[in-house]
């Protein structure tokens, strides 16, 4: 069960996100975005468990040293699941720029000319070497 502080703050959380104000950042995890206040952060990541066949939400707070100091998850069947859900979405959107993206490759499709670069850019779109250091 989720406490009404947890639900107003998700409530406020999900509304800003929409209106595009809060900046969510990713994290080494591929599904979890976080968005850092003062003194605190908090962190939104969903999982799927193909054996039980149900989807997850999971929140948690932590404090300026990282040190995660509350938490909860629930499954698909609470009430609060697509609201959390929903959240998530919003900043998975906002920290990996899809909005940005999708707007830049449509202003090229309605430029005139050529679409798309002739070479991959120099530098690695990806993030990542494929190169293994060792």
């Known amino acids: 069960m989720i406490s009404d502080d947890y639900i107003h703050l998700v409530?406020?959380?999900?509304?800003?996100?929409?209106?595009?104000?809060v900046n969510w950042k990713s994290t080494v995890s591929d599904n979890e975005f976080m968005v850092y206040f003062k003194n605190f952060s908090l962190s939104v990541s969903t999982s799927y468990d193909p054996d039980e066949d149900r989807g997850f939400a999971y929140l948690s707070l932590r404090n300026d040293s990282g040190k995660e100091i509350d938490k909860f998850w629930i499954d698909q069947d609470?009430?609060?699941?697509?609201?959390?859900?929903?959240?998530?979405?919003?900043?998975?959107?906002?920290?990996?720029?899809i909005d940005e993206a999708l707007h830049t490759i449509m202003s090229e499709l309605n430029s005139d000319g050529a679409v798309g670069l002739k070479k991959k850019p120099a530098k690695n779109v990806d993030n990542f070497d494929d190169d293994i250091p060792f």
């Open 11 to 21: 409530e406020k959380l999900v509304e800003r996100t929409k209106a595009g104000e």
């Open 78 to 97: 609470d009430e609060h699941f697509q609201m959390i859900s929903d959240m998530h979405a919003g900043a998975r959107r906002k920290a990996f720029r």
